[in-house]
Structures are given as structure tokens and as C-alpha cells.
């Protein structure tokens, strides 16, 4: 089994240089620029069978889905039978339904382009699970949780997992369970579109440490609110994972000063991108 | 029949607005932002079953082209059964073929995904008009000759139409019988990456105005070269007109200065493009 690696994939790199014949799978090379005219241009250097194309879709995240479909041209013009595309994070994968009228479900036209050229499509921690059915073919919902419960595994002892609302509570649970320990979650009712009010969970967590984990970070509001009142419930250091690091300007800084590690996976490249997804990747 | 315009189409919205009417036609708003994230958003504020949508694909391409998708996308979710999307420029229409072994052949990635949405597909004065044949279903390669006759009918008077090489001979024809003038071509020849040598045209220009037509227009090296040459040959005024202007940072300045007048159409709007494709788009 290839791997190819798009510019949505270039700073796991040298992981997966490093990893891949662990795996089974050896990286080929690729070609990729841009044209002063600003189009992008790709070229595969390397021949089989099979292939695992990996391209994260963050901003420009345009470019990436563009150019994610012409790596899977060229790869079928170079006489690869078999594709898996493997999309860490999925743009546009918050816009899974139409909430006003005449809305695109953008999400649905992309998992049909890439199904153009793409037998299998793999992807972390979707929003909504529901939208792998627009992918015509085989789709699946790739778990982070071994990789953050690894991660957290030694600074987190013997502590607990909490989702910082009841829609994370499953992910709590697959690292609690890996770990093997308690798992709640916080209620979360919005109480303005600027506010919202969070009520305790129903789990002791005096002095003990505490992960709260989730699927996607933006402001990080939230997490600050659920790791303030996790201090005045005692709880002792308070650790944020998060899958996707879509970060507002400034939030980086903002959550850090709040808890005592925040670390998001590297679907994302970001500053706290401590957690990788190599590994899961290379055992498909 | 309703009208679309995307991002690509706003520079031509004023005169779409105007004469929309007279071709039977309407054009309906769309809503069309962009997140913090770098995500866009589009939103169809009006009905009806059939509808052009109008979309440049110039830079940023890449955007432009999912946002052509996630339109269609809205377009059939708001129950819309017949769609032709126009788009003037066709992005990586130059990448048609595979000229080195691993290359993808981009141009057929972005046809096979606009299909997935377009009944039909229409676009300006395509590089290569066999890309078509990518597009599975009805497409045509519309001529900009009509609009181009138009803004140069009196400038040119008696004057001949010119290609700047065999391959353009085809476009200064159409030209050319629209305006019942004489048309011809130079033989270009490439003696070095950066050199072009260009033979005089068997055709007496002593004293007439001359037209040079083209496709795209990047550098304007080519252009700048038949006009002094044409210049030496005893033309009188010599003019340029092109399709696409994809220009050079300094083109247009450079190609401006050696020739009367330098005009393009707006499938890509700059400050030279003077020749309106609206009305030729209001008929279909």
C-alpha cells in the first residue's frame, strides 16, 4: 500500500517517513506547486496499486479539496485501481443540513466530488457521524481516542473524563473506557447566542485531574467556562484534548492561560497540535 | 429562466441586472459569505426550475469552483430541475493533458465534479475545446467573436484581423466575417524557452488598421512582438483584443504601450476589460 501525502498532509511528514514501513506501506513522492496564476499542479512520482491519499482539509481548505481531487486523477491516469482518501479534519462538515431555506448542504457536495475518484473515505471525529451517508460508497468515522488517551494516559492518572456537553459524552467515554476511568459529561443550555450557562457534572472530582475532551474548538468559550467551574469543584489540574483545533484569533492563548494543557491532534497544524494521527492512519 | 451569479459573476451583476429583462430573463439573489474559518456559505433567495449560473473561475479558482458546487447544490435542494452553469474562464484549462508522466489532467477532475450537479456546461473560447469531451453531458465552447466584432467594428473600419499564430487563425476568422474583413496569421516560431521568432503575415497591412485576436493573454510578450512587427509592415493603428486576461503582474501596462489599444472581455475582470460576454451569456 502508497501513501501519498498532500499539502494538507505535509507537516505529518516526517512521522509518517519515519512510521510507514512499520505499517506495510511505503510514502511516494508528489509533486505539488502552485502556478503564478495561482492553479495548483500535481504529479505523482511513484507507481501501485493501492493507495492511501492523506489531505487535511483546513484553510485554504478550498485548495485542499481542489487539489485532493486531482491527486486522485492523476493517481487513476498513473493506473492505481484501489483509493482510500483520508481527510483528518472535513471542511464544510458543519454544514451537514440546510437551517434556512435555500441553504447548500455544502458537506454533501464535496463527499460526492471526492467520490468521483475515491473508493473508500475515511475522516476524524466527524461532526455529525449521519454525514458519511453522502458518500456514496464506503465511508467511516475514524475514533481519535487511542491517540489522546496515549497522550494523556501518564498526566492524567487516575483521574476522570468529562465531555463539556451530553454530544461528547461518547467520546468521553472511548477514552475513559481505553483508560479505564470514570466518564460524564457537563449540561450545557444556551442561554443567549453569546452565553451559555453550564451546571456541574454528577461526579466527584475533588483532587483529582481532569481531561475534557471534545470534537472541534473554536473560541473555546466552553472549555474555559467547564474548566473554571471544575477548579471551584475542586478538581485538581484540569487538561483540555480536543480533536479538530479550528481556533479563533487568540483563542490558543486564551484556553492555555485557562487550564493546565490544552492539546488539539494534528488534523490540524497548530501551535498545540500534540496529538498525532499518524499512527491511526497508517493501520488502514 | 432564472439567473445565478456567483462570487466570479459580481463584476458583471450591474449589467446582468439591466438586461436580464430583455432576454426573458431574471436574476435571482444569492447570499454568499465567508466564515472566520475560511469556509464559504451560500444561501438561493428565489425559485424556479431552470437556471444559469454564472461563474468566472479566475483566481482564487479554487473558490470559486466549490462555491459553483455548493450553488448547485443549493439550487437542486431548493428543488430546481435544469441547471447550466456558464463559466467564462475556465480555470486549469491548460492542464488537458498529461505532458508529463504523473501529472493529473485537471481540467477533467473539475468537468467530471461540475457534472455531478450541471446539466449543461458553457464556457468561453476554451484553450483546447476536445476538454469538453470531459464534461459527460451537453457542453459548448461559446465564441466570443460576436462581442469582440462589437467593440471594435468602428475603431478598426477597413482594417484585417490577425491571429498571432496558426492556432489562432480559426478566431481572427470569426472576427473577421462578422465584420466582413480580410484575416490571416503569423507563423510563430519558438526558438528558445524565452524567444519567439514571427514571420510577417502574407497579408498587406500598409496603412489599414490591424486587430490581433487571442485566446489568453499572460505576459503579452507575443502580442507586443506583432505589434512592432505590424508597426515596420506600415499598419496604421494596431489593435488587441483577447479573450481571457489572465495577465502578468505588469502585462497590461507593457501591452498597453505598444499597441493603440489593448481590450479583453470580462471572463476575468481587470482594468482593460472592456468587452462584455453578458448579453452573449443572456442568450442562452
Known amino acids: ?40 499542479y500535481v504529479r505523482i512520482l511513484g507507481d501501485g496499486e493501492e493507495a492511501i491519499v492523506v489531505q487535511s482539509t483546513f484553510k485554504p481548505q478550498d485548495e485542499h479539496l ?6 486522485g486523477d492523476a493517481l487513476r491516469e498513473k493506473g492505481f485501481k484501489h483509493l482510500k482518501a483520508v481527510v483528518p479534519y472535513l471542511a464544510y462538515s458543519r454544514q451537514d443540513r440546510v437551517t434556512k431555506d435555500g441553504e447548500s448542504i455544502s458537506v454533501r457536495a464535496i463527499l460526492r466530488a471526492l467520490s468521483l475518484y475515491y473508493d473508500e473515505f475515511y475522516v476524524f471525529d466527524l461532526h455529525n457521524p449521519k454525514t458519511l451517508e453522502f458518500f456514496p460508497k464506503n465511508a467511516v468515522n475514524l475514533s481519535p481516542a487511542n491517540a489522546v488517551a496515549k497522550y494523556f494516559k501518564e498526566k492524567l492518572g487516575e ?50 485531574n481532569v481531561l475534557i475532551v471534545d470534537d472541534i474548538i473554536s473560541t473555546g468559550g ?33 484556553v492555555s492561560k485557562a487550564v493546565d494543557e490544552l492539546a488539539v491532534t494534528n488534523s490540524i497544524p497548530t501551535p498545540v497540535s500534540k496529538i498525532s494521527l499518524v499512527e491511526e492512519i497508517l493501520k488502514l
Open 159 to 208: 483521574g476522570v473524563v468529562l465531555g463539556p456537553d451530553k454530544g461528547a459524552l461518547e467520546r468521553a467515554k472511548a477514552v475513559a473506557e481505553i483508560l479505564g476511568l470514570e466518564f460524564s459529561h457537563f449540561e450545557k443550555k444556551r442561554i443567549s447566542p453569546t452565553e451559555v450557562q453550564m451546571t456541574p457534572v454528577d461526579i466527584d472530582v475533588r483532587g483529582k
Open 222 to 254: 466552553t472549555m474555559i467556562k467547564a474548566a473554571n467551574l471544575l477548579r471551584e469543584m475542586g478538581a485538581k489540574k484540569v487538561f483540555v484534548a480536543v480533536t479538530h483545533g479550528v481556533f479563533a484569533e487568540g483563542a490558543i492563548e486564551r
Open 1 to 40: 500500500m502508497k501513501v501519498v501525502l498532500g499539502s494538507g498532509a505535509q507537516h505529518m511528514r516526517d512521522e509518517f517517513l519515519a512510521k510507514a514501513k512499520d505499517y506495510g506501506k511505503e510514502v511516494i513522492e508528489v509533486e505539488i506547486k502552485t502556478f503564478p496564476d495561482g492553479e495548483k
Open 66 to 71: 481542489i487539489e485532493l481531487l486531482l491527486l
